[in-house]
């Protein structure tokens, strides 16, 4: 949480401001989809394609916590079949990858 103490300079405020400016803007948001189906992922890809939605799709548990950690996520769609490792375990190792892990989606069926 950012705060300004008591006596600030008019530059302290300004950057402040700016910075309030800068997260209040609108930008484009980022979700990760896990699926060791290239064509299942593709089918998740665009059913979800929107113009401020950037997705990010990988196959397998390890790329997706290398995704984590290069980039940050506002949310992870995590399908049934992912390869190297079980959907629960990777979400596991989502959540214990950083203190606030993106909202996780563990998708059962067909898009």
Do not use: W
């Amino acid at each position: 949480m950012t705060y300004l103490e008591k006596s600030v300079s008019n530059e302290s405020l300004a950057d402040a401001f700016t910075t309030i400016e800068e997260s209040a803007q609108k930008r484009v948001k980022k979700l990760l989809v896990v699926c060791a189906d290239e064509g299942m992922r593709e089918s998740i890809a665009q059913s979800l394609g929107a113009q401020d939605l950037e997705i990010v799709a990988v196959s397998a548990g390890a790329h997706a916590l290398e995704a984590m950690k290069q980039q940050d996520l506002d949310g992870i769609v995590v399908h049934q079949k992912i390869e190297d490792t079980s959907p629960l375990q990777l979400v596991d190792e989502i959540q214990a990858c950083r203190p606030y892990a993106p909202p996780v989606i563990l998708m059962t069926s067909e898009a």
